[in-house]
């Protein structure tokens, strides 16, 4: 099937961040894409103003794009933090706090999927009781997710760039997907399969695809080594896709990737325009 019968939505939180946050909606629209997604934008603030939140939702609707994916608050991204949600103290109180934030913003734009990352192992601190609190945590977040009818996702991370993230494997996402899912009696727990990240942990992509496709709520790429845009590493992505695709998943890809020294416009060269607009 190739590239052009995909469903591409753009992260605005690594692509076009040579621009101002609200100009990022109307960036992607200009380079032919209709759907966006997005990590927490605000990373010191779990519950910011209602000004805040007005103005992103009002970039998103009258830039005509849909928003397809949201992360709850995990911190400082890219950078150390790597999640909240298994962090005692303040870190977990303050995605608590942003649960609801984060449902009713999704919401309000018709937002169906949102990404709760674990968070790093903490030392001193048993990984028993983080382990725990994860659960706890991430059962308060499938609820929310449920209320506004979305899906819970659970994301694999690499241990390269994440050392100290303990979920580095699909088969360990998908064993908390199981958690959650036994726990709430929901249902609504899904792994969220990044490509880019799996490569980067060694593991077999087309095992993990045939093992997990029917498991997976959204799918993010990058070529790897690099992170960069399809073509600049060694991952057959266009293949791996298909390979998604004959596995019955007929969801989101997700592009977060880094477009390198260069506009992030230019970085869509791979990818024909006419395959940019959801269909």
Known sequence: MGYSDRRFTVNLSILFTELPLLERPAAAAAAGFTAVELWWPWVDAPVPERAELDALKGAIED???RLTGLNF???RLPGPDRGALS???EESERFRANVDVT???AHSLGCTALNALYGNRVDGVDPAVQDELALENLQLAARAADRIGAVLLVEALNAIESPKYPVVSAARAVEIVDRVNAAT??????????LYHLAMNGEDLPQVI???ADRTGHVQIADSPGRGAPGTGSLPLEDLLDQLHKAGYEGWTGLEYKPGDRPSHESFGWLPAGARAAR
Do not use: H, R, S, T
């Open 103 to 105: 449902a009713d913003f």
């Open 63 to 65: 830039a005509g794009v």
């Open 185 to 194: 009696g929901l249902g609504n727990a899904k792994f969220l399969m990044d």
């Open 87 to 89: 962090v005692p103290g």
């Open 73 to 75: 608050y995990a911190g």
């Open 210 to 212: 045939a093992a997990y």
